[in-house]
Each structure stands twice: as C-alpha cells, then as structure tokens.
C-alpha cells in the first residue's frame, strides 16, 4: 500500500480559507468512514485535529477546522487562517487491517 | 487524562534491534476498546505508521515492515513494547506512541517522541 497523496504545500493570507486534499483509493480512504487529521508544528508531536465518519473535532479544536470526504479523496478546510495555523498537516486512512498516512503538508500563513 | 511517554535508546549501530517502550497512563490495555500504536518520523519527512496492538492482544503491522517487527503490551506496568530488527540508518528518525481505540482509526493522544539514530 502507498502512503495517501498531499499537495506538498499550500498557503493563504489571515483570514482566508484554504483547503488540503488527501487522495487515497477505493482501498482505503473510499472504502471507509475512518478518515483522520493531524495537525504538527516543529519539534512537537501531531495533534488530531479532525476524525471519524462525520468528520468530529476533539474537544478544543476551533471549528475553523472541518473536514469532508468524497469517493476516495479527502479534505481539511481551515476557514479564517490564523498566524497560528502555520504548521504540517496529515492525513490518515484505515486501509484493510492498516494505516495509511499521507505525505503531509505544510501550510504557510502569509 | 491521557498521558504517554516513550523511551529507549538514542543511538543504535546498523544491524542492532531497537526496543522501545511506551509507558502511558489514564487508560488500561486491559479495558475493552482500548489500543496503543507506534508511529516514526524520519527527520524532515511524513509519518509512517508501524504498529499496533489492542486490549485483547491482536496486533497490526505495517505491511512494508511485518517480518522486523514485534509489539508487546505489559498490561501489568500499563506498558508496550515495540522490538524492530536489523535496524540501518534509514530506520533514523523520531518514534512516537500513541493512543488509539478498536475500531477506530484515530491517534488521540500522543507522547512526545523519542529520536533514534542509527549510525556506525
């Protein structure tokens, strides 16, 4: 299995909205609801930001963060980008009695 | 509240066998659903995800790794263990654990990792 496919890199100006995409196959991301984020900054560990099949945010995750699924692409949208927000992101799959993890992308607020 | 903290050695010669152990605490491997991962990051690059074992002991690899690997879980200590063989210098990076819940497929919390370099 090969890992999920991320934009290497993305960026948008504060208070702007952009979007990831993570495409996978019918294998992984479009065979099941157990899509998940993980947001890193440098030197620090991922942090879950989105999962599950209705795209939920752990407890203290800003809402600016939202996901969504379509066939066997996925996607982060961050809405009213932030200074903060400048990080790596991943993607995550289940895949057939695996993980997949996508290649990450680093985002860069302007 | 969910803790988990990694540890083992720093430095490893190429051929050796890494073991890691993640010792966590706010959950026990002994409780239904509960399940703890492994997950590595070579410097600058994406995670790759490795292992994962489940409170009633059934285990995943990744399959690009199965034959080096073995996960181990103390549920006495509230500790796993993670044993990768033949270790070279592309085994580099930081390790992390990570805990997880059967059936499904998120890391919600993680310890802070631990790098390892392999070198001779």
């Known amino acids: 299995q090969s890992a999920l496919t991320q934009p290497a890199s993305v960026s948008g100006s504060p208070g702007q909205s952009i979007t990831i995409s993570c495409t996978g196959t019918?294998?992984?991301?479009?065979?099941?609801?157990?899509v998940s984020w993980y947001q890193q900054h440098p030197g620090k560990a991922p942090k879950l930001i989105i999962y599950?099949?209705?795209?939920k945010r752990p407890s203290g995750v800003s809402n600016r963060f939202s996901g969504s699924k379509s066939g066997n692409t996925a996607s982060l949208t961050i809405s009213g980008l932030q200074a903060e927000d400048e990080a790596d992101y991943y993607c995550?799959?289940?895949?057939?009695?695996?993980?997949?993890f996508g290649g990450g992308t680093k985002l860069t607020v302007l | 509240q969910i803790t988990l903290k990694e540890s083992g050695p720093t430095l490893l010669k190429p051929t050796q066998t890494l073991t890691l152990t993640c010792t966590f605490s706010g959950f026990s491997l002994s409780t239904d659903g509960m399940a703890v991962g492994w997950i590595r990051q070579p410097p600058g690059k994406a995670l790759q995800w490795l292992a994962l074992?489940?409170?009633?002991?059934?285990?995943r690899f990744s399959p690009s790794l199965r034959s080096r690997l073995t996960i181990t879980k103390d549920t006495s200590k509230n500790q796993v263990v993670l044993a990768m063989t033949n270790m070279d210098s592309t085994d580099t990076g930081t390790y992390y654990c990570a805990h997880a819940k059967w059936n499904q497929n998120e890391f919600d919390y993680w310890g802070p990792g631990t790098l390892v370099t392999v070198s001779s």
């Open positions: 074992i489940y409170w009633d002991g059934d285990k």
């Open positions: 019918s294998s992984d991301i479009g065979s099941y609801d157990l």
């Open positions: 995550c799959s289940y895949a057939d009695s695996t993980t997949l």
């Open positions: 599950g099949d209705s795209n």
